[in-house]
């Protein structure tokens, strides 16, 4: 069973460009999320998405945002890049949630984006 | 506020030795915990987990963990480590409600021959 994977592996653009980050869950999974994990503020969640839709945000600005697709498939956009957006980010994927039970988060190797 | 602490940011024992590695939580409910391993320009790997019941989870590589409500921790333990157990290691608490994971900073573990 392939795992999560995410595209590209890197990733470099200089201050002001906009990047757009890839991930495939794995495969009957239909949560998404994604973290950041910058040099010396260790890992952060960034986005949840669930059926298509936004589930929860962190504090993150505005300029990160993304989407889910029917394929449960997702993109992570990054606008008006600044140099602290160096990082590199992960997405995991997990089955779908219920009331009464938790579902661990599997993630893939991430894309390293780095401003030049 | 929910938190992750991993008092210690490197550690490094002897190829064979044991292993203990600690996280501490702060959470207002029962919490769910897991363990990840990250080895260089990776990602991270699950090792184990705690939703509820048995307070001594078994995980993958010969790893396991304690919950121990009263000490809010959730320590990492390997009675032999091997030379390919030398990664960074990573404790979260899953948020129930958003079920977004807060992890602690991490701990490097070295292994020496």
Redesign the interface.
């Known amino acids: 069973e392939a795992g999560?994977t995410?595209s590209p592996t890197h990733l470099i653009k200089t201050r002001g460009q906009q990047a757009t980050l890839r991930c495939s869950p794995i495969s009957g999974h239909t949560?998404v999320?994604w973290?950041q994990q910058a040099l010396g503020l260790?890992?952060?969640?960034l986005l949840?998405y669930d059926e298509g839709e936004e589930?929860?945000r962190?504090n993150f600005p505005p300029r990160f945002s993304g989407r889910q697709f029917p394929n449960y498939s997702s993109e992570l956009n990054v606008n008006a890049l600044e140099l602290e957006d160096s990082a590199l980010y992960?997405c995991?994927s997990?089955l779908e949630?219920s009331r009464d039970?938790?579902?661990?988060?599997?993630?893939?190797?991430?894309t390293r984006l780095s401003i030049l | 506020a929910q938190s992750v602490t991993q008092p210690d940011i490197h550690i490094t024992v002897s190829e064979g030795a044991s292993l203990e590695l600690r996280c501490n939580y702060s959470y207002g409910a029962t919490p769910?915990l897991?363990w990840?391993v990250q080895s260089p320009?990776?990602?991270?790997?699950?090792l184990l987990?705690y939703?509820s019941g048995d307070t001594l989870v078994q995980g993958i590589k010969g790893f396991e963990a304690e919950f121990k409500r009263s000490q809010s921790s959730f320590n990492l333990r390997k009675p032999s480590v091997h030379w390919s157990d030398a990664a960074e290691y990573?404790c979260?608490v899953?948020e129930?409600a958003?079920?977004?994971?807060?992890?602690?900073?991490?701990t490097l573990l070295a292994v020496q021959p």
């Open positions: 999560v995410q949560s999320y973290y260790g890992l952060q969640f949840w589930r929860n962190g992960l995991a997990s949630l039970s938790h579902q661990p988060q599997h993630f893939g190797d991430g | 769910y897991f990840y320009g990776q990602g991270l790997q699950l987990k939703f990573f979260a899953g129930r958003t079920n977004k994971l807060i992890f602690g900073t991490g």
